[in-house]
C-alpha cells in the first residue's frame, strides 16, 4: 500500500470548511485513496474514497489531482464534532472481506468556536 | 452501512488474569476481521488477521500465545489477552468488511487497563 503524508495538525474555525491534504506520491494505479477519521476513543469511522475522479458523498468532498500524486478531503462546513484525527490511506481493492488497513500518524483536526 | 460491535468497551483486570474481548459483524458476515492496537496518542497498529475456520495471522511482534484469537463463526470473532500485565493496557479495536461494501467498518473500541 502506497505511503500516505498528511500534516499532524490543523485548526479550522467553526462553520468553515476544512480542507484536509494527503500526499501519496508513491500510489500505484490500482490503489484507491480512502479516508477514515477517529473521534476521540472511539472506532475509526469511513468517510469517503476515491481512485481517479473526485468524489462527494453526505460527509465530505474528496479532490483527487490528476496526477493522483495528492488529494484533499474537504469538509464542507465544519462542525466542532468534526473535531478528530483525520486517516488518509492508500490501499489496493481486492474485494472479498480482506481488508487490512495500514494507518499512518493522521492529522489531528480542531474545529474551533 | 454495516456495523460492527465490540464488548466490552472497557474493562479493569488485575495483573496476571485473561481478559477477552469480543467483535461482532451484526448485519453481514466476515471470513476475515482485524484486530488492532492503539496507545494513547499513537496510531492504531494492526495486530493480527482473524480467519474463519482457521489460525490467526499475527504481524511481526505480536505474540500469539499471548494475544489468543478465535474466530469461530461468520459473525465473531474473540481476542484473549492472557496474563495481562499493565503494558498490555490500550485500546483495542476490530474491524470487518462487509463483501458487498466497499469499505471496512470498525467497532467502538475496548478500553483495557491493567492494574
Known amino acids: 500500500d502506497a505511503k500516505t503524508t498528511q500534516p499532524p495538525s490543523m485548526d479550522c474555525a467553526e462553520g468553515r470548511a476544512a480542507n484536509l491534504p494527503c500526499n501519496h506520491s508513491?500510489?500505484?494505479?490500482?490503489?484507491?485513496v480512502y479516508w477514515y477519521r477517529q473521534i476521540h476513543s472511539q472506532g475509526p469511522q469511513y468517510i469517503i474514497h476515491?481512485?481517479?475522479n473526485n468524489e462527494t458523498n453526505e460527509m465530505a468532498s474528496l479532490i483527487i489531482t490528476e496526477d493522483r500524486k495528492s488529494s484533499t478531503l474537504i469538509l464542507p462546513h465544519a462542525t466542532l464534532r468534526d473535531t478528530a484525527v483525520y486517516y488518509c490511506?492508500?490501499?489496493?481493492?481486492?474485494?472479498?472481506?480482506?481488508?487490512?488497513?495500514?494507518f499512518g500518524k493522521g492529522t489531528l483536526l480542531t474545529v474551533n468556536p | 452501512g454495516a456495523v460492527v460491535s465490540q464488548h466490552p468497551s472497557w474493562v479493569i483486570c488485575k495483573s496476571g488474569t485473561s481478559v477477552k474481548i469480543e467483535c461482532r459483524s451484526l448485519?453481514?458476515?466476515?471470513?476475515?476481521m482485524f484486530w488492532y492496537r492503539q496507545f494513547p496518542k499513537q496510531s492504531l497498529m494492526l495486530m493480527a488477521t482473524?480467519?474463519?475456520?482457521?489460525?490467526?495471522?499475527?504481524e511481526q511482534g505480536v505474540e500469539k500465545d499471548k494475544f489468543l484469537i478465535n474466530h469461530a463463526s461468520l459473525t465473531l470473532s474473540t481476542l484473549t489477552v492472557t496474563s495481562a500485565h499493565p503494558e498490555d493496557s490500550s485500546f483495542y479495536i476490530c474491524?470487518?468488511?462487509?463483501?458487498?461494501?466497499?469499505?471496512?467498518?470498525f467497532g467502538q473500541g475496548t478500553r483495557l487497563t491493567v492494574v
Open positions: 474491524s470487518a468488511r462487509d463483501p458487498g461494501e466497499t469499505e471496512a467498518f
Open positions: 508513491t500510489i500505484s494505479g490500482n490503489e484507491y
Open positions: 476515491g481512485l481517479k
Open positions: 490511506i492508500g490501499y489496493k481493492n481486492s474485494g472479498g472481506s480482506n481488508y487490512k488497513l495500514t
Open positions: 448485519d453481514f458476515q466476515a471470513t476475515t
Open positions: 482473524s480467519n474463519e475456520g482457521s489460525k490467526a495471522t499475527y
